[in-house]
């Protein structure tokens, strides 16, 4: 997916910018979160995000559940 919803403060090439200034050049997490305009928790779940799986990770997901909500059982 690569078309991020119109209110997205991120994008892919922002959070690959987010983790280059965590990792690289060992900025601040307080810091980047500011500059960003993002959450200090939003910052952390990126850099765990990439390291699970690389540059894949930051790519945008689907939010759409993996189940339909309160779907009855299949018989």
Not at 5 to 20: G, S
Request: proline share 8%.
């Amino acid at each position: 997916m690569n078309n991020p919803h119109k209110n997205a403060r991120t994008t892919p090439h922002i959070r690959a910018l987010i983790v280059d200034r965590a990792i690289r050049q060992q900025q601040s997490i307080m810091d980047i979160a500011h500059t960003f305009g993002i959450s200090r928790r939003t910052v952390y779940k990126l850099l765990a995000r990439y390291r699970e799986a690389g540059e894949a990770g930051l790519e945008s997901a689907s939010s759409r559940p993996h189940a339909p909500p309160r779907q009855m059982p299949k018989q």
